[in-house]
C-alpha cells in the first residue's frame, strides 16, 4: 500500500469515528440485571412520595451534526439500562463546539430504579 493511499485511509477513518455519537454512564450504585424494558426520559424531578435509587448519571453526545438534544434521548436510554435503570431523570441538553462541529448536541441526566414501575406513568417524558 503507498503512503497516498494509507493517508487516504486513516483520514477516512478518523472522519468516520469523528463524526459518530458517543455515550458513557458513570454507575454509582450496582443497579442489578440490566433492565429489558422502556426506559422513561424526562426533564422533570421525580416528585416526594415516589420510592426510587439513584444509580448513577448518564450522557449522550454527537460529535458533529445538527440533531437536537432530544434526539439523543434512545442512547441516553441505552446507557441507563446498561446499569439497570428504568428512568432517566433531571435530562438537560444542548450544544457545544467540538473537533467536528460548531454546535453539537448533548445531553445529560441521572439514571434511577424506581421501585413501583407504575407511577412512572405519571411523569411527563418520553420512553425509549
Known sequence: MSAKTAGIVVSLLLVVTGCSTT?????????????????LVTQSAIPAGIEYKVLGSVQADARAGYDSAVSLYPLLAAEAKKIGANAVVNAKGGRRVTAFSWSAAYVSGIAVKVDDQRLLKSLPGSYH
Not at 23 to 39: D, K, R
Open 23 to 39: 455515550s458513557s454512564s458513570t454507575a454509582l450504585a450496582p443497579g442489578g440485571p440490566v433492565w429489558e424494558g422502556p426506559i
